[in-house]
């Protein structure tokens, strides 16, 4: 039977994907995470965010992994693990991730709390799925 990845899993998977060169595909990753937390079972969820994920090698998408697992865990009103609140998994520089200029005021204003307080600013809608 099939589980749904844990933040660990995606942080290997993260990593995996920067050794080879495609940031865009980890950021991918890093957003699926919610749904397949928004599709797990109570007891998948709990096992899924329990671990502490190994750095990924990149301190953004450390906060990112960090950042995504609150953002789920609020979502479905459930207490986020203690790790997400290690200084690691806090920028010192705001982060913009679309990379697009003319959409940082929107970002500013619009990204959730979850990762506004890491100092990462991306569009709602990239946290959405079909």
């Excluded at 965010?49 to 995504?68: H, N, Q, Y």
């Excluded at 600013?121 to 990239?126: G, Q, T």
Aim: hydrophobic share 40%; net charge negative; aromatic share 10%.
């Amino acid at each position: 039977m099939w589980e749904p990845p844990s933040a660990k899993d995606i942080a290997e998977d993260v990593s995996q994907c920067l050794a080879s060169g495609d940031e865009s595909l980890a950021r991918r990753l890093i957003f699926r995470f919610i749904e397949h937390y928004d599709r797990a079972s109570r007891e998948d969820r709990a096992r899924m965010v329990k671990a502490r994920p190994e750095s990924t090698g990149s301190t953004k998408l450390d906060a990112m992994i960090a950042a995504t697992v609150e953002y789920s865990c609020a979502t479905h009103r459930v207490a986020s693990p203690s790790w997400v609140n290690d200084p690691q998994y806090f920028l010192d520089q705001f982060w913009f991730v679309s990379g697009v200029s003319s959409l940082e005021a929107d970002a500013l204003v619009n990204s959730p709390i979850s990762y506004a307080r890491r100092a990462i600013f991306l569009n709602r809608e990239s946290l959405t799925y079909a």
